[in-house]
């Protein structure tokens, strides 16, 4: 179990990384120990970032995923969490996707 976290903590470093978060590895650890309840965006990225990587590892277990549109929803949702106040700043409204350039 230990060897999963660890991978999933270098998982969430490299992915949020690419995306600019500052964390450096050792402060995503920490993070992952400890969830604050007052997170900066940064560190609520990295927590939501490893919650997705938890449910996709869930939904395996259980089943094949069906790739879907419901479930790239749910994926954004879970990464977004906190993060944003609307998702459809993002172009993402419901069930429907828009691009910007569409509002």
Known sequence: MELEQRAQALSTHASTRIEGNPQP????NNILKAIQKNLRASEREV????AALKNLGALLQERTPQF??????DIHQTV?????ERHDDWGV???AVRFASDV
């Open 47 to 50: 927590v939501n970032y490893n």
């Open 80 to 84: 977004m969490k906190g993060l944003m």
């Open 25 to 28: 590895l050792t402060e995503v």
């Open 68 to 73: 879907s549109h419901k479930l790239i929803l």
């Open 93 to 95: 409204a419901g069930s």
